[in-house]
């Protein structure tokens, strides 16, 4: 007999996610992913200034705030086709990275791990085992039998006084959880120093970008970074050596933590590799542009199609027409309505956000998000479609990571482990933890672009923009930390006529498309192991391996009064 599970709202990500399964036979036959808020963004921006679109769209989240405002100005310079300083490059690339970081590690220690790591079943750890095992597999500081020691006094000292307090409302317990003791309480010491590192991260995106969240540093044409070999009131040599500091710090972090924890935890659950597959089309851009035209990348991207990474077409530049006409968005089963018609999909340039609410209809509209499509299919975006989409581009660096992580989980399962096992609910965690190192190499390499470049007497960071009479038509991509980010702009007379965001929680958390096609996230659970239909941990296991971001994807509507808050300046 079949039973239908509501999960609303899930919990441990950026916004409000409501997620429906159908369970029979202790698995789940059909899925509904539903985003409960209206993103009215694209509206706000009609008849403004492009100049000005960064900094409105980058608080579409306050999470993922960099990658906005980058894919914004991106759209906005490719409309324009402006070409920006070398310096100005750097800076963003820096930006970018360090943000990519900081969320990679933030999702898998904070958001997801508790999803796999029983804090309670660490209690019955012995904390100089434990640290004896973590020795063996990594050189980092923080392993020693004294830090394991002081985490389980905190850990008991939390259950003693009968509040879990962070680790409050898990699945402790539950019958899918796998890890020994020894291995909870390694992962329980790590979450908390992970709370540490991750500052790091954040320390170089706000010393970069003058704040975060949000930061304040892009224009269309390039940064406000003023840069000096010797003022101290602006960018400085000494301030970029602060900088190289925290990237060492990050490194050592997730080289000899983050990704030995996936590869230890994965081995666990070797039999997750097997769950969550869905869809595997992939999509992935391009990113941190070499030049300053977007024209040359140090990370490639591509597609991938039915999970064939021998058929990988790549995505060359920002100018790149394979993937400007292949996007589109579908409204079938969203809450928006298209003036032509619901029946076909809409070009970006071309799109519409008219907002049309019913109930929460199974076979018709249920969710605030659109549906994209890539050559009239829906794509799987995120960390897992950019190391494929690397992997199959012959990107060095992701290579080695990649065939290193999967070595060291087939060593602790004592089983062979193949690049098909990432296409899996597990897979895109090790994915996750494969790109974070890729980034945080190129990190140091853009570091060192930057300083080079100083060096050589160039302190450009910004070209001046001009509007041009007519109609000019552009496109920002950008590869955010949960996959393929765009804005796609219309600019007329100046003055911005239509501006839309496919973001990537839209691509995986869509809708199913005009076709009936499920998007990734509803694709993914069919199939999926349930337990106990009233702690369904399984479920949320797949739906927190993407990261949702549901802020990016929606916003907020009132329907009846019409504005949800009104604010007024005094």
């Not at 990275?97 to 508790?114: G, K």
């Not at 269309?220 to 400085?236: E, M, P």
């Amino acid at each position: 007999m079949s039973k239908r599970v509501t999960i609303d709202p899930v919990t441990r990500i950026e916004g409000h996610l409501r997620v429906d399964v159908e369970i029979d036979g202790g698995r789940v036959k059909k899925a509904w992913a539903s985003g409960q808020m209206w993103r009215g963004v694209e509206n706000i921006l009609v008849g403004r200034d492009p100049r000005d679109a960064w900094a409105i769209t980058q608080r579409i989240c306050g999470v993922c705030t960099t990658v906005h405002a980058l894919a914004s100005v991106r759209a906005v310079e490719n409309a324009l086709q402006l070409e920006i300083p070398l310096n100005a490059q750097y800076i963003r690339n820096l930006i970018i990275l360090a943000h990519a970081i900081h969320d990679h590690i933030v999702h898998f220690y904070h958001l997801s791990a508790l999803d796999w790591v029983d804090v309670v079943s660490a209690l019955k750890a012995d904390p100089d085992k434990a640290s004896a095992l973590a020795e063996s597999l990594s050189t980092w500081s923080g392993n020693s039998k004294h830090e394991f020691r002081k985490v389980k006094e905190r850990l008991s000292g939390f259950v003693g006084t009968g509040q879990l307090g962070i680790f409050t409302n898990g699945y402790w317990g539950h019958p899918a959880m796998k890890l020994p003791p020894e291995v909870n309480l390694l992962a329980a010491a790590h979450y908390l120093q992970a709370l540490e590192v991750q500052r790091y991260a954040n320390k170089i995106v706000a010393i970069l970008g003058s704040k975060t969240p949000h930061i304040q540093n892009v224009a269309v044409g390039g940064v406000a970074n003023a840069l000096s070999t010797d003022s101290q009131s602006v960018l400085t040599v000494e301030r970029l050596m602060a900088v190289k500091g925290w990237i060492d710090k990050l490194d050592d972090f997730v080289k000899n933590v983050y990704l030995v924890d996936v590869a230890a935890i994965g081995a666990f659950y070797a039999d997750w590799t097997a769950v969550g597959r869905g869809i595997v089309d992939y999509l992935c851009v391009p990113d941190i542009p070499l030049d300053g035209k977007g024209e040359s990348f140090a990370l490639p991207g591509g597609h991938i199609p039915d999970g064939n990474v021998g058929a990988f077409k790549a995505i060359a530049s920002f100018n790149d027409e394979y993937f400007r006409k292949g996007v589109a968005e579908a409204v079938k089963h969203s809450w928006y309505d298209y003036g032509a018609g619901n029946d076909k999909a809409l070009h970006p340039h071309q799109g519409e956000t008219t907002p049309k609410y019913t109930d929460f209809q199974d076979d018709g509209k249920y969710s605030w998000l659109k549906s994209p499509t890539f050559y009239g299919k829906p794509m799987q975006v995120g960390p897992l479609s950019r190391v494929l989409a690397m992997y199959a581009a012959g990107h060095e660096p992701t290579k080695k990571y990649a065939g290193a992580t999967l070595e060291r989980v087939s060593a602790i399962a004592k089983a062979q482990v193949g690049l098909d096992a990432l296409h899996s609910t597990i897979g895109r965690h090790a994915a996750r933890a494969v790109s974070c190192a890729v980034q945080v190499d190129e990190l140091a390499n853009q570091w060192n672009l930057l300083l080079a470049n100083m060096g050589k007497g160039d302190l450009k960071t910004f070209n001046r923009p001009v509007f041009p009479k007519g109609e000019q038509l552009g496109v920002g991509f950008h590869e955010a930390p949960r996959g393929v980010l765009s804005h796609w702009v219309v600019i007329r007379d100046g003055k911005i006529a239509n501006y839309q965001c496919v973001v990537p929680t839209t691509w995986n958390a869509a809708p199913r498309n005009e076709r009936d096609q499920p998007g990734a996230y509803e694709a993914c659970l069919v199939g999926n192991p349930v337990a106990d239909p009233e702690k369904p941990l399984e479920v949320l296991r797949t739906v927190h391996s993407f990261d949702p971001c549901l802020a990016c994807a929606v916003h907020v509507l009132d329907t009846e009064q019409g504005n949800a808050i009104t604010v007024t300046a005094r």
